[in-house]
């Protein structure tokens, strides 16, 4: 590909209250590009910034400044209907949230993909029996041998979950208070104190 998979081009999201006194409430802040097919783990405690960051990836938030390139196409600007050929956002009810545009259709180009490029699985409830997690797993790697990208966001409460990330994430992002990090590896992530504070007793022990 001659563009990065994905861009996230100093994307801001903000936030606010209030008419004539605007007080900022939250304020999610992202800058980072993955060239290449792969599984990228996302973490943050909850209300960090995570679901919203995921949005604005697939263009149903608007940001507030910056662009989201997909293959090198700003999915803000693409007509609503066709978003999701770009990038597809999977909720725990894997369900796809509405679109948010700023122009009528007509007025917004067509995508340049017939199927999502990038897959953002956003807390999905990994079940452990009747090998649901290999089936999940299995499909995380066509995904990826098939040239898309993928985006897991857990909240790990068990060991596993953890397991799950080291076994399938070859990158990191961790999200907290709206402040976005990455990291090129698990042991790279789990040195950083924010994240181990966030895992508790589930971080990995220090080598």
């Known amino acids: 590909m ?19 006194r605007k007080t900022t409430t939250f304020s999610l802040n992202a800058d980072f590009e993955v060239h290449k097919p792969c599984v990228v783990g996302v973490m943050g405690p909850n209300g960090s910034g995570k679901t919203t960051l995921f949005e604005l990836i697939t263009g149903s938030n608007l940001p507030s400044a910056g662009r989201v390139l997909v293959n090198g196409q700003d999915i803000h600007q693409v007509r609503t209907r066709e978003r999701d050929r770009l990038a597809i956002h999977y909720h725990q009810s894997y369900q796809v949230r509405s679109f948010q545009k700023t122009k009528p259709d007509f007025m917004l180009a067509h995508a340049q993909s017939d199927s999502p490029l990038v897959h953002l699985f956003d807390e999905p409830q990994f079940n452990t029996q009747d090998g649901y997690i290999g089936f999940m797993l299995d499909f995380f790697a066509k995904l990826k041998a098939n040239g898309r990208l993928v985006f897991l966001c857990l909240h790990p409460n068990e060991p596993y ?25 698990f042991d790279t992530l789990a040195r950083d104190e924010r994240v ?12």
């Not at 953890?162 to 590896?185: H, Y």
């Open 196 to 207: 181990r504070a966030y895992l508790g007793a589930l971080a990995p022990a220090m080598t």
């Open 161 to 185: 979950h953890v397991d799950i990330l080291r076994q399938c994430c070859e990158r990191f992002i961790f999200v907290q208070k709206g402040t976005v990090s990455e990291a090129p590896d």
């Open 2 to 20: 001659s563009h990065p998979l994905l861009r996230v081009e100093n994307v801001a999201k903000q936030y606010q209250r209030g008419v004539f």
